[in-house]
């Protein structure tokens, strides 16, 4: 158990729909990642936060957004599904702002499924 | 930028016979280089990393990798293989604030009795 926890485990919506993933950290960490993993696209890096900024942004639709709230937990929402937004949703935390070197300690991901 | 090219999509071993995934990378900077096992239906789990300090990294479940630079490689290794090592690896690149963590395409391991 990595102490990052995510829910909800699965969510199954219809496309145009929005959902919002949660995601909190493991305690002490200030910076959450965000993560894709489709079986076309593999994992891909969304978007990180620090200490409640944005720090980084990776391949993240105009359709996605995502925050890091006092508390330090994040959520992602995702709007307007698509068929192809279908995917496994990682969260990943670290102790500091340094995405490169820091240690990413990942939650068990939410499995979205737009029918 | 970075990339990482995971040679093998599948390696099939036999128990107690030796495991190796291939990983090469390319970095215009000095990179920090990372293996994260995925067993089915679970998160990723850090196997080991390297950030510059020894080229012999030794990781969990007698896991380790070897940094060389010259073959910009990070090869993990396992002298014995163990059923419950079946699982997806994935080779990671970074570099300090960068594009934060990219992965390989990953390697799928069978491990057969």
């Known amino acids: 158990d990595s102490g990052v926890t995510q829910t909800p485990k699965h969510l199954i919506t219809a496309t145009g729909q929005r959902v919002t993933l949660r995601c909190s950290p493991r305690s002490g960490d200030l910076s959450v990642y965000w993560y894709q993993q489709s079986l076309d696209q593999g994992l891909q890096f969304l978007i990180q936060?620090?200490?409640?900024?944005?720090?980084a942004k990776g391949n993240i639709l105009e359709r996605f957004s995502a925050q890091q709230f006092p508390d330090l937990h994040s959520e992602l929402n995702l709007s307007s599904l698509e068929l192809g937004d279908s995917a496994l949703y990682f969260c990943a935390s670290s102790v500091g702002n340094r995405g490169g070197t820091d240690t990413q300690y990942f939650g068990p991901g939410t499995r979205l499924t737009v029918l | 930028a970075q990339s990482v090219t995971q040679l093998d999509s599948h390696v099939s071993v036999s128990e107690g016979t030796p495991v190796l995934l291939r990983c090469n990378y390319s970095?215009?900077?000095?990179?920090?280089l990372f293996w994260y096992v995925q067993h089915p239906n679970k998160g990723l789990q850090l196997l080991l990393k390297y950030t510059s300090a020894a080229t012999l990294v030794k990781g969990i479940n007698g896991f380790e990798a070897e940094f060389k630079k010259s073959e910009t490689s990070f090869h993990l290794t396992k002298p014995s293989a163990h059923m419950s090592d079946a699982a997806e690896y994935f080779c990671v690149v970074s570099v300090d604030y960068g594009q934060n963590f990219v992965f390989g395409p990953g390697t799928s391991l069978s491990v057969l009795t």
């Open positions: 970095s215009s900077y000095s990179p920090s």
């Open positions: 936060y620090y200490n409640g900024e944005e720090r």
